[in-house]
């Protein structure tokens, strides 16, 4: 190589180097993972996608709820809601949606907006709703909310599959005196996008006002040649760094807030390194994978923006915001139900007050405490833990359903026969009130499993039906199912969670009463298990060896809480290094890592509360 190639090579490193040396953005190994906004083990899926192998799909529009606001689309037919058009456009990527409305013809008049050449200024044509009626006005866009992630839409709208390349605004009176040929519109709108979006419509739009004498919005829809590159965007657009991190989706894909150590201009920071826009945090729907951004820690942000209304436009962020709950309302899990407990006698109380340990480090639960646990038996005798998720389904370990003679892979009745799931089970050796029991229809073992170093250590255990029952369990105030997780990245190293099970003291004891403990999830488990530490495999407990899951806590559940208190059901009790020894914490299987696996056998309904 020459050595003007070796300098043009050197220079071209050393500008390389420069984009990502920045204090806001995250280093280049999350960026090379090409986030974007359709990267659901770091965001949710709107209501109109689910996730599927880790990104967002779009969904059948039936598959919307009813009972929403209806929307008029482009071709004059009537939808059902805002969700059913979105997916509708995410399916065509094209927009689809004119405006809300109920009377819905082909020769109404329609959402328009367009861009003028010359001046790039914003131009929307809405048909009237909500409490004006009716009739049609053309509108410019108010400066206030303007950005780039609004500009992007109106741009692809136009298009310009990259967006806009630039935003900005011009004064309304100057615009008269530049046109004052023309009949220019005297009031304006507000607009507020996600960046998802395909046209304004979509979008959130305020109440008209008079523009008088303040700025319009503008955009510049032609991406100029890349003479230098600050960030590059998943979709290969260019923005400056300065766009990055602040909550605002200048990308258009989004990737831009999806890398991020901390954020700019009063963003608010996701514990996935995801930037939120300021306006997100305590609107009432939960963008952050832990609801952090609805937590009552964090407060709302001083915000020095108008005070906007939606009594001419319905708000899509409301439907949404609907959408989800009623999406969501299907499935109730991680939240044990109100229940009051049964009168402990003196035995059980002296047990909870005093210092007798059994989990090891760990003490008595009240009697309907854990709400998912369940005991799995053989012949009447205990076999192992477990945890239920929800209608005819208890996820456990697989090395419990090869113990015994039960064979997982296939649902052979003579095994199968004396195998019981008994749930809200307090004392090992007794029923108790609350207690139910169910048999067992099949068992299904992860198909990788390797007993010899407990790789794939997970298995589903299905609930048979009782006869002329449409449902597995009566219903019981004392059983709660727990969430499963669809990402691995919703809880981090040293989170605090917790364990439970019937299992062995430090002692080496058998305790009567079930046992919890407070475990912290630990990172780089490599350390202590080289290669014995496989794929799909997480770490709990502490350095010290003074709390561990022991013999017997097998198949129990790893329960970690999220910032509005749903609890997860994070990790399986596996195998570890005998018990609460220094230097060898507890080895859980990873319920995220097998997500695909336990909604490919249960359904969507069954498996967790987003993204479905």
């Known amino acids: 190589m020459t050595s003007a190639g070796v300098s043009l090579l050197l220079l071209f490193s050393l500008i390389s180097s420069s984009v990502t040396a920045d204090e806001f953005l995250e280093p280049a190994e999350c960026l090379d993972r090409n986030l974007t906004r359709q990267s659901c083990d770091l965001v949710f899926c709107p209501p109109w996608q689910r996730c599927v192998d880790g990104r967002c799909s779009c969904k059948p529009p039936y598959s919307c709820p009813s009972g929403q606001t209806p929307v008029c689309g482009h071709?004059?037919?009537?939808?059902?809601?805002?969700?059913?058009?979105?997916?509708?456009s995410c399916r065509t990527n094209k927009p689809v949606m004119s405006h809300f409305g109920d009377t819905c013809t082909a020769d109404q008049p329609k959402f328009r907006g367009s861009i003028d050449e010359g001046t790039g200024v914003v131009r929307l044509v809405l048909p009237g709703t909500g409490s004006s009626g009716g009739g049609v006005e053309e509108v410019l866009v108010c400066q206030d909310l303007w950005d780039m992630a609004a500009a992007n839409v109106a741009c692809r709208a136009e298009g310009h599959h990259l967006g806009a390349?630039?935003?900005?605004?011009?004064?309304?009176?100057?615009?008269?005196?530049?046109?004052?040929?023309?009949?220019?519109?005297?009031?304006?709108?507000?607009?507020?996008?996600?960046?998802?979006?395909?046209?304004?419509?979509?979008?959130?739009?305020?109440?008209?006002?008079?523009?008088?004498?303040?700025?319009?919005?503008?955009?510049?829809?032609?991406?100029?040649?890349?003479?230098?590159?600050?960030?590059?965007?998943?979709?290969?657009?260019?923005?400056s760094l300065s766009q990055t991190c602040d909550g605002v989706d200048d990308c258009g894909d989004r990737s831009d807030e999806m890398c991020c150590k901390k954020c700019r201009n009063g963003a608010f920071r996701?514990?996935?390194?995801?930037?939120?826009?300021?306006?997100?945090?305590?609107?009432?729907?939960?963008?952050?994978?832990?609801?952090?951004?609805?937590?009552?820690?964090?407060?709302?942000p001083e915000t020095s923006l108008p005070v906007l209304?939606?009594?001419?436009?319905?708000?899509?962020?409301?439907?949404?915001?609907?959408?989800?709950?009623?999406?969501?309302?299907?499935?109730?899990?991680?939240?044990?139900?109100?229940?009051?407990?049964?009168?402990?006698?003196?035995?059980?109380?002296?047990?909870?007050?005093?210092?007798?340990?059994?989990?090891?480090?760990?003490?008595?639960?009240?009697?309907?405490?854990?709400?998912?646990?369940?005991?799995?038996?053989?012949?009447?005798?205990?076999?192992?833990?477990?945890?239920?998720?929800?209608?005819?389904?208890?996820?456990?370990?697989?090395?419990?359903?090869?113990?015994?003679?039960?064979?997982?892979?296939?649902?052979?009745?003579?095994?199968?026969?004396?195998?019981?799931?008994?749930?809200?089970?307090?004392?090992?050796?007794?029923?108790?009130?609350?207690?139910?029991?169910a048999p067992v229809q099949e068992v299904h073992v992860h198909p990788r499993f390797d007993n010899s170093n407990g790789e794939n250590d997970i298995a589903l255990v299905q609930l048979m039906k009782p006869p002329y029952s449409e449902e597995c369990l009566p219903d019981n105030p004392a059983i709660s199912p727990i969430c499963v997780p669809w990402t691995s990245r919703l809880f981090h190293p040293n989170h605090?969670?917790?364990?439970?099970?019937?299992?062995?003291?430090?002692?080496g004891r058998l305790p009567q009463y079930l046992?919890?403990?407070?475990?912290?999830?630990?990172?780089?488990?490599?350390?202590?298990?080289?290669?014995?530490?496989?794929?799909?495999?997480?770490?709990?407990?502490?350095?010290?060896?003074?709390?561990?899951?022991?013999?017997?806590?097998?198949?129990?559940?790893?329960v970690c809480k999220d910032e509005l208190g749903v609890s997860y059901l994070w990790g399986i009790v596996s195998w570890g290094r005998r018990c609460a020894q220094p230097g060898a914490p507890g080895v859980y299987t990873q319920v995220a890592h097998f997500f695909e696996w336990i909604r490919h056998h249960t359904g969507w309904s069954a498996v967790t509360k987003f993204n479905s």
């Open 270 to 300: 996701c514990s996935t390194g995801v930037c939120l826009h300021k306006e997100a945090v305590g609107d009432g729907q939960i963008d952050c994978l832990d609801g952090e951004d609805e937590s009552k820690t964090h407060r709302r």
């Open 165 to 239: 390349a630039s935003t900005g605004s011009t004064s309304y009176v100057l615009l008269k005196s530049v046109h004052s040929d023309q009949q220019l519109p005297s009031r304006c709108v507000s607009i507020h996008c996600q960046g998802y979006e395909n046209s304004l419509a979509e979008c959130v739009i305020y109440n008209k006002r008079g523009v008088d004498h303040g700025d319009v919005a503008t955009a510049t829809c032609i991406q100029p040649p890349d003479e230098r590159c600050e960030f590059r965007c998943v979709n290969r657009k260019c923005v």
């Open 496 to 507: 605090t969670c917790s364990i439970s099970g019937w299992g062995r003291s430090g002692a």
């Open 309 to 437: 209304t939606n009594t001419e436009y319905i708000s899509p962020k409301t439907e949404t915001r609907a959408t989800r709950e009623q999406l969501e309302s299907k499935l109730n899990c991680g939240v044990p139900k109100t229940f009051e407990e049964i009168h402990e006698d003196e035995e059980v109380r002296e047990r909870r007050g005093g210092r007798v340990k059994r989990v090891v480090g760990g003490l008595p639960t009240a009697p309907t405490q854990v709400q998912w646990q369940v005991a799995i038996e053989k012949d009447g005798r205990f076999q192992c833990g477990g945890a239920y998720i929800g209608g005819c389904w208890v996820i456990t370990a697989a090395h419990c359903m090869r113990a015994g003679g039960i064979s997982g892979q296939a649902s052979q009745r003579l095994n199968l026969a004396g195998l019981r799931v008994k749930f809200s089970l307090w004392k090992r050796s007794r029923a108790q009130a609350s207690t139910d029991i």
């Open 515 to 558: 046992q919890w403990v407070n475990v912290s999830l630990i990172a780089d488990c490599q350390r202590f298990y080289k290669d014995t530490f496989k794929p799909g495999m997480i770490c709990a407990g502490d350095l010290e060896g003074n709390v561990d899951s022991c013999q017997g806590d097998s198949g129990g559940p790893l």
């Open 75 to 88: 071709n004059g037919r009537k939808l059902n809601s805002y969700c059913q058009a979105m997916a509708l």
